[in-house]
């Protein structure tokens, strides 16, 4: 069942309260609402500066809103068999005849209904206020910008939207937030001893990690991955990023360099091993004692 609390939603944030007690809500105007009451077995007028409809919310059961074939969302154009009157789906709606009767009967009615049929997004404790419709709401929950990711450190079992995982960081872990600008070359001084390093972007407060690893005794690897929940790794990120790191004070000849995308990642099992996917290898000698002396570009694509 689809759970809401039942209440009148007016166009400029007004809000008709619940029954109580068995007496009729009455409806409750924000400043510059104009409401004249006619009294018992008067008129009532209401005016409003915003035209735009209004809304409600409701409860139901899930059931009416599934394709009753495939029993996933239905999404229009919907469709009713004559025989038996089955609600199916565009998909479904050809194979129908082979089991009941052919579903040529469009219901323009209910493909109203489920094109204005909205749930909050499940994500909503972790900072999400978006309502989105029933069909699409797999896909939102896809995408959405507050779908939690976890904290990488050992043993911590935080899980938050990526800017809350910025304050836990910060918070929780003394861990510093370096703020970096796409398209510009910055560097970076990294110990060692640190697994994972956070980096975000100032133009969309997207959220880095810097990892590194021991490549057995001779290297050290290091790479960048992007926080977020979707997790589409390289293939459908946005970003595409340089590395190199070269010693202090030597020509360009004593230097690694690495340009990939950037693989994403919801940090479900911690930080990624930096050996996997596409990496940066730096040998011992160009190494600094126990910092790496890194140069990181990162792009738009």
């Given at each position: 069942?689809i759970?809401?609390?039942?209440?009148?939603?007016?166009?400029?944030?007004?809000r008709?309260?619940?029954?109580?007690?068995?007496?009729?809500g009455?409806?409750k105007?924000?400043?510059?609402?104009?409401?004249?009451?006619?009294?018992?077995?008067?008129s009532?007028?209401?005016?409003?500066?915003?035209?735009?409809?209004?809304?409600?919310?409701?409860?139901?059961?899930?059931?009416?809103?599934?394709?009753?074939?495939?029993?996933?969302?239905?999404?229009?154009?919907?469709f009713?068999?004559?025989?038996?009157?089955?609600?199916?789906?565009?998909?479904?709606?050809?194979?129908?005849?082979?089991?009941c009767?052919?579903?040529?009967?469009?219901?323009?009615?209910l493909d109203?209904v489920?094109?204005?049929a909205?749930?909050?997004?499940?994500?909503?404790?972790?900072?999400?206020?978006?309502?989105?419709?029933?069909?699409?709401?797999?896909?939102?929950?896809?995408?959405?910008?507050?779908?939690?990711?976890?904290?990488?450190?050992?043993?911590?079992?935080?899980?938050?939207?990526?800017?809350?995982?910025l304050?836990?960081?910060?918070?929780?872990?003394?861990?510093?937030?370096?703020?970096?600008?796409?398209?510009?070359?910055?560097?970076?001084?990294?110990?060692?001893?640190?697994?994972?390093?956070?980096?975000?972007?100032?133009?969309?407060?997207?959220?880095f990690?810097?990892?590194?690893?021991?490549?057995?005794a001779?290297?050290?690897?290091?790479?960048?991955?992007?926080?977020?929940?979707?997790g589409?790794?390289?293939?459908?990120?946005?970003?595409?990023?340089?590395?190199?790191?070269?010693?202090?004070?030597?020509?360009?000849?004593?230097?690694?360099?690495?340009?990939?995308?950037?693989?994403?990642?919801?940090?479900?099992?911690?930080?990624?091993?930096p050996?996997?996917?596409?990496?940066?290898?730096?040998?011992?000698?160009?190494?600094?004692?126990?910092?790496?002396?890194l140069?990181?570009?990162?792009?738009?694509?």
């Amino acid at each position: 069942m689809i759970s809401a609390q039942a209440n009148t939603r007016l166009p400029n944030g007004a809000r008709a309260a619940p029954h109580q007690d068995g007496e009729r809500g009455r409806l409750k105007p924000e400043e510059g609402d104009v409401m004249q009451d006619g009294g018992e077995g008067g008129s009532a007028v209401m005016a409003v500066e915003d035209t735009a409809e209004l809304q409600i919310d409701v409860r139901m059961d899930v059931d009416a809103l599934l394709c009753q074939a495939c029993l996933l969302p239905l999404k229009p154009p919907i469709f009713k068999c004559d025989a038996a009157g089955h609600i199916l789906c565009s998909y479904c709606r050809g194979g129908h005849g082979q089991t009941c009767s052919r579903a040529d009967t469009h219901c323009g009615e209910l493909d109203a209904v489920v094109s204005a049929a909205k749930i909050l997004c499940p994500y909503g404790k972790f900072g999400c206020e978006r309502y989105v419709v029933f069909h699409g709401a797999a896909e939102h929950q896809r995408t959405c910008p507050c779908a939690p990711c976890s904290c990488p450190e050992p043993g911590c079992a935080f899980q938050g939207s990526p800017p809350a995982l910025l304050d836990h960081f910060a918070a929780g872990h003394s861990r510093p937030v370096i703020a970096v600008r796409y398209g510009r070359s910055w560097s970076l001084s990294l110990p060692l001893s640190q697994r994972w390093h956070v980096i975000v972007g100032q133009e969309d407060r997207s959220v880095f990690l810097v990892c590194l690893g021991a490549l057995g005794a001779a290297a050290t690897a290091v790479s960048l991955v992007h926080v977020r929940a979707d997790g589409g790794g390289a293939a459908a990120t946005k970003f595409w990023c340089k590395l190199s790191v070269e010693r202090p004070g030597d020509d360009k000849d004593r230097r690694v360099l690495m340009a990939s995308r950037v693989s994403s990642s919801a940090l479900t099992g911690g930080a990624p091993a930096p050996d996997q996917g596409m990496f940066l290898a730096v040998p011992q000698e160009l190494l600094s004692g126990d910092m790496v002396a890194l140069r990181i570009r990162i792009d738009q694509l």
